[in-house]
C-alpha cells in the first residue's frame, strides 16, 4: 500500500505541474490574448468592459462539461471526495481524473474566484480511488489510495506534507492508525518533494523578517478575533449554501447556472480586478501588512461576493484560497482597528492577517489541527503558533457549538449522509470475552433424539434459549437454539446433531470482544463457545449478541451518567468528627 500510495502521490505532483501550466495558459489566452505558460495575474488586464464576458465564457463551457461529462465536476471537490468514501465505498469515476482538472483550469484561467487546491484534491483523490478499483484490495485500502492520491495533491500545490496529513485524518479518513497513516504519510512526502522539485523551494505564502513572539496581551486581543471570525465563518457558511438554494429555485437549466454565477464574478471583476482567479497573491501582499485598510476591506467583501455566488453557482473550483483571503483580509481589518483603539495591544498586522487565515478555515471546514498547521507550513513563522492556537481553537469553539454543519459536510448532510465528528478506540477492543461471558449453560449430547430434546424443553418452561452440544467424550460439537429444536419441521427420531448447520466455532477467554464480533459476523452466527486456552475443547461458557450489546451500555453511561466521586460535605463531616474524637481521647488522658 505505501508504495503504491508513492507511486499515486508522483502522478499527482505531475498533475498538479500541469494544471497550473493550464491554468496560466488559459488565463493568458482569456486576459492577454497571448499563447503563453508564463504566470500573470488577470488583475492585470485592460480590456475594461470586455473583461464581464470571459468568465460568463467559462461559465458556459464548464455548464456543457458537467452536462454531457460528469456532473460530479461541479463543486470544489472534498466534499464529493468525502461522500464517495461514505457511501460508495471510496469509488470515483476514472472519468473525474481528467475532468476536474480541466473544468478547474477553465474556471479558474476565465476569471473564476477559486484555488488550484481544490480540484487537485478531487483529481487526486478520484486518481487514487481508480488505482484502487483497478487492483484486488479491501474497500478500506481504497479510501487509503483516495486519502493519499488527495492529500499528495494538496502537499504539492503548497509544499505543507504535515497539514496534508491533518487533512487526511480530519476530513477523509475518519481514522488513525498505522495502516492509514504510513502510506498516507509517504504520500504527502512524495507530493512535498514534487513542489519542490516542480514548483519552488521556499514557503508558498514568503515573509519578509520574522514575526516576532506575541505578549500576554496581544494573544488576549488574538482569542478575540478568533471568536469574530468564528461568527463570521458561520455566516460565510451559510451564505453559501443559501446562494445554492437560490440557484436551485431558477426556472432553467443548471447547465447555465455557472455562466449566470459568470455575470457576477465578470461585473465584481471589473470593479475589483484583484478578485480575478486564484489570488494568491493578493494572500501575500495581505500578508505583508502593507496593503491599505480600505484596499484590504474592498478585496474582503467583494473578494467574498464573487467566490460565493461563483460556487453557489455549481461551477468547478476550490475554497481553501478564497477562505484564507477572506480570513486574511478580515483578520488585517480586525487589526488595524484594535490598533486603532488599542495602540499599546501589540498586534501585528502580519501576524492579525495570518490567525485570521487560518480562523477562517477553521471555523467554515472546522479541519482544527489543519488549518494551525498549515498556516507555519506555507509562511515558515513558528511564533506564529500560540496565536494560531488561540485564535483557531476560539473559532473553532464557536463554530461548533453554532453551526450543525460546515461547508465541507453541509451538502452531503443534505443528502442523508452522516459525517462522523469524533474518533475514539473501539470499546469493543478494550473489553475481553472474559469479562462478559456467562456460565456455561445446560450440556446436551449429540446422542439425544430431537424428541427427547423437546419433550423434556416442553416440561420446563423457564428452559435456557441456548444449549451446548457435546460428544459423549464431553468435546464441544456446537451450539443450538431452543427455537430450532422445538420447531415442527424436524424429524423428532433424528438425533440432535443433525440440526447443528455451522462448523463449532469458539473463542479464547481472552479474546477481545471485537474479534468475537468479526467472528459471528464471519460465521453467521450470533452465539459462540468460550474456551480455555489450555484446553480448547473444554466449554467455559457462552457468550451471546446480547452481552456484547450490553458493553456499550456502560460505555454510555461512562460518557454521559453524571456522579460526584468526591463529596466536600462528607468529607468536611469525616474532618469534624475525627477532630472530634481527638479532642475526647485528649481529655480522657491523665
Not at 460508495?88 to 476514472?94: A, D, G, L, T
Not at 521556499?202 to 513572539?213: E, L, N, Q, R, Y
Not at 485598510?293 to 453557489?312: D, E, M, N, R, T
Request: aromatic share 8%; hydrophobic share 45%.
Amino acid at each position: 500500500m505505501s508504495s503504491i500510495t508513492v507511486l499515486v502521490a508522483m502522478c499527482v505532483s505531475v498533475i498538479a505541474r500541469i494544471l497550473v501550466n493550464l491554468i496560466d495558459l488559459i488565463t493568458n489566452i482569456s486576459f492577454f490574448g497571448e499563447l503563453s505558460l508564463s504566470h500573470w495575474s488577470p488583475a492585470n488586464n485592460s480590456l475594461g468592459w470586455w473583461v464581464v464576458i470571459i468568465p460568463v465564457i467559462g461559465g458556459v463551457i464548464i455548464g456543457f462539461m458537467a452536462l454531457y461529462g460528469s456532473k460530479a465536476i461541479r463543486g470544489h471537490g472534498i466534499p464529493e471526495a468525502m461522500e464517495q468514501i461514505l457511501t460508495n465505498q471510496s469509488k470515483i469515476k476514472p472519468s473525474i481524473t481528467y475532468l476536474k482538472p480541466l473544468s478547474s483550469a477553465i474556471s479558474i484561467g476565465t476569471g473564476g474566484p477559486f484555488g488550484a487546491e481544490g480540484p487537485i484534491i478531487a483529481t487526486g483523490g478520484a486518481l487514487g480511488s481508480t488505482v484502487g478499483q483497478l487492483l484486488k484490495i479491501t474497500h478500506n485500502e481504497r479510501k487509503i489510495l483516495l486519502a493519499a492520491g488527495a492529500t499528495a495533491g494538496m502537499s504539492a500545490i503548497f509544499g505543507s506534507p504535515i497539514a496534508a496529513i491533518f487533512l487526511a485524518i480530519e476530513l477523509l479518513l475518519f481514522e488513525f492508525s498505522p495502516r492509514s497513516i504510513l502510506p498516507v504519510a509517504l504520500a504527502c512526502i512524495t507530493g512535498a518533494a514534487g513542489h519542490y522539485f516542480l514548483f519552488e523551494a521556499g514557503p508558498v505564502f514568503a515573509f519578509h523578517g520574522t514575526i516576532d513572539a506575541p505578549s500576554d496581551k496581544a494573544l488576549l486581543f488574538y482569542s478575540v478575533m478568533g471568536v469574530v471570525i468564528g461568527i463570521l465563518a458561520i455566516l460565510v457558511t451559510k451564505s453559501v449554501y443559501l446562494i445554492e438554494d437560490a440557484f436551485e429555485k431558477l426556472p432553467i437549466h443548471w447547465m447555465w447556472w455557472p455562466a449566470i454565477g459568470g455575470i457576477a464574478v465578470g461585473v465584481i471583476g471589473y470593479f475589483s480586478p484583484r478578485t480575478l482567479g486564484v489570488g494568491y497573491d493578493n494572500i501575500i501582499d495581505i500578508l505583508s501588512g502593507d496593503m491599505p485598510v480600505q484596499i484590504v476591506l474592498s478585496l474582503c467583501l467583494l473578494k467574498y461576493l464573487s467566490w460565493a455566488i461563483a460556487l453557489g453557482s455549481g461551477t468547478s473550483g476550490g475554497t481553501l484560497a478564497p477562505l484564507l483571503t477572506i480570513g486574511g483580509a478580515t483578520g488585517a481589518v480586525l487589526g488595524s482597528v484594535i490598533l486603532y483603539f488599542f495602540p499599546t495591544s501589540g498586534i501585528s498586522l502580519s501576524l492579525a492577517a495570518l490567525v485570521g487565515m487560518s480562523a477562517m478555515f477553521a471555523g467554515a471546514s472546522r479541519a482544527f489541527l489543519t488549518s494551525i498547521v498549515f498556516a507555519l507550513e506555507t509562511t515558515g513563522q513558528s511564533n506564529a503558533l500560540l496565536p494560531l492556537l488561540a485564535t483557531c481553537t476560539a473559532s473553532y469553539f464557536v463554530s461548533f457549538f453554532l453551526m450543525e454543519n460546515t461547508i465541507m459536510t453541509e451538502k452531503i448532510a443534505r443528502r442523508g449522509v452522516k459525517t462522523p465528528n469524533s474518533y475514539e478506540p473501539d470499546v469493543l477492543e478494550k473489553v475481553t470475552v472474559r469479562k462478559v461471558v456467562k456460565e456455561k449453560g445446560l450440556v446436551l449430547s449429540e446422542d439425544n433424539s430431537i424428541r427427547e430434546a423437546q419433550e423434556w424443553l416442553h416440561k420446563t418452561p423457564d428452559h435456557p434459549s441456548n444449549f451446548i452440544v457435546t460428544d459423549n467424550e464431553g468435546h464441544y460439537k456446537g451450539v443450538l437454539r431452543a427455537s430450532n429444536i422445538l420447531s415442527t419441521h424436524h424429524d423428532g427420531s433424528n438425533k440432535i446433531s443433525t440440526l447443528i448447520k455451522h462448523r463449532h466455532v469458539s473463542i479464547l477467554m481472552d479474546s477481545s470482544l471485537r474479534t468475537a464480533v468479526e467472528m459471528m459476523a464471519k460465521e453467521n452466527v450470533d452465539i459462540l463457545a468460550v474456551v480455555s486456552k489450555e484446553d480448547p475443547h473444554n466449554i467455559i461458557g457462552l457468550l451471546s449478541y446480547q452481552d456484547i450489546i450490553s458493553v456499550y451500555k456502560v460505555s454510555m453511561d461512562e460518557n454521559e451518567k453524571e456522579e460526584t466521586n468526591i463529596s466536600l460535605r462528607r468529607q468536611g463531616l469525616k474532618i469534624l468528627l475525627r477532630g472530634k474524637r481527638l479532642i475526647s481521647m485528649a481529655k480522657r488522658k491523665p
